[in-house]
């Protein structure tokens, strides 16, 4: 059984930072791991991805030099250290895994899903 849980939201006041967590069981790594981010109204969208088996990255523009995606050696846990966090990146954050690909970071390329951990960011 897959099983995706993030871990690691709060509020934080502007500039602060947090790291959320992602602990993943019963998954095969074909593809990337990403961390997805949905305000109320709005579309989901994509903050960072990581392929297990070559490390490589790529991270919305609007969270470059801010955000860090990274895993365990083992591969079981995805981490997102988010940093000089802004009221705009509060949102419910989701880590996702794809089966295949993920590799342009859009939601229909992703499989399955965690629960969501909340973010909040104040001025």
């Known amino acids: 059984q897959v099983q995706l849980v993030e871990s690691g939201g709060g509020s934080v006041q502007t500039g602060g930072s947090l790291i959320l967590a992602c602990a993943t069981s019963?998954?095969?790594?074909?593809?990337?791991i990403a961390w997805f981010r949905q305000a109320p109204g709005q579309e989901r969208e994509g903050v960072a991805r990581?392929?297990?088996?070559?490390?490589?990255?790529r991270y919305a523009t609007s969270v470059k030099g801010r955000f860090t995606i990274s895993q365990e050696s083992n591969r079981s846990t995805v981490y997102l250290q988010m940093n000089s966090l802004k009221p705009e990146d509060t949102a419910m954050y989701y880590c996702?895994?794809?089966?295949?690909?993920?590799?342009?970071?859009?939601?229909?390329?992703?499989?399955?899903w965690g629960q969501g951990t909340q973010v909040t960011v104040s001025s």
């Open positions: 996702a895994v794809s089966r295949s690909s993920g590799w342009f970071l859009t939601p229909a390329e992703y499989d399955y």
């Open positions: 990581i392929h297990p088996g070559t490390g490589s990255t």
């Open positions: 019963g998954i095969t790594y074909r593809g990337c």
